[in-house]
């Protein structure tokens, strides 16, 4: 019986280093680009290409908004790249995963700074579903629309998942 405490306490150490293996890969910026800055950004890019498309016909401020917008992509895409290929490399990051979340450093609140990010790319997509933009996607522009949904959405669920089973002690 006491060799059977110890294989269960061996299990239960393999099971926390595993555990904390996962947990610290849902946490490294390859992950987090990968899942949730880069969708961010496809999202963003998609919406500023939209309202360039949209502009002429509608209003020409949406042409210049449009292209703001793009930059702004642009410049968020290159970070989350730079982080990722950062941490691929092991090396330390010295910025954020976007321009608003730098912009936030200046104010010591890059957190707050990204979550304001995060709100305006939920606003982008509801903009985009329902004004009805998302319909003058291309088709190659919908596939990269429904590919930044699904890692965006199955990331969330897989650690959202993974906390939960690791909150009952699986």
Same mark, same amino acid.
């Given at each position: 019986?006491?060799?059977?405490?110890?294989?269960?306490?061996?299990?239960?150490?393999? %099971?926390?280093?595993?555990?904390?293996?996962?947990?610290?890969?849902?946490?490294?910026?390859?992950?987090?680009?990968?899942?949730?800055?880069?969708?961010?950004?496809?999202?963003?890019?998609? %919406?500023? +290409?939209?309202?360039?498309?949209?502009?002429?016909?509608?209003?020409? %401020?949406? +042409?210049?908004?449009?292209?703001?917008?793009?930059?702004?992509?642009?410049?968020?895409?290159?970070?989350?790249?730079?982080?990722?290929?950062?941490?691929?490399?092991?090396?330390?990051?010295?910025?954020?995963?976007?321009?608003?979340?730098?912009?936030?450093?200046?104010?010591?609140?890059?957190?707050?700074?990204?979550?304001?990010?995060?709100?305006?790319?939920?606003?982008?997509?509801?903009?985009?579903?329902?004004?009805?933009?998302?319909?003058?996607?291309?088709?190659?522009?919908?596939?990269?629309?429904?590919?930044?949904?699904?890692?965006?959405?199955?990331?969330?669920?897989?650690?959202?998942?993974?906390?939960?089973?690791?909150? +009952?002690?699986?």
């Amino acid at each position: 019986m006491p060799g059977e405490n110890k294989k269960e306490i061996e299990s239960s150490d393999r %099971f926390e280093r595993e555990s904390d293996l996962i947990q610290h890969f849902f946490r490294r910026s390859l992950f987090l680009s990968l899942t949730i800055g880069i969708p961010f950004c496809t999202f963003k890019l998609l %919406f500023g +290409v939209t309202a360039v498309r949209v502009g002429p016909d509608t209003h020409p %401020f949406l +042409v210049a908004f449009g292209w703001i917008v793009i930059l702004w992509a642009g410049m968020d895409l290159l970070m989350n790249a730079g982080r990722a290929l950062l941490d691929l490399v092991h090396r330390p990051v010295s910025f954020e995963y976007c321009t608003i979340a730098q912009l936030g450093r200046l104010f010591r609140m890059p957190l707050v700074f990204l979550a304001i990010d995060t709100m305006l790319s939920f606003v982008i997509i509801c903009v985009m579903l329902w004004s009805g933009w998302i319909t003058r996607l291309t088709p190659f522009e919908s596939a990269l629309w429904y590919a930044a949904t699904t890692l965006n959405l199955i990331s969330l669920s897989l650690v959202s998942l993974y906390n939960e089973v690791k909150r +009952v002690g699986y």
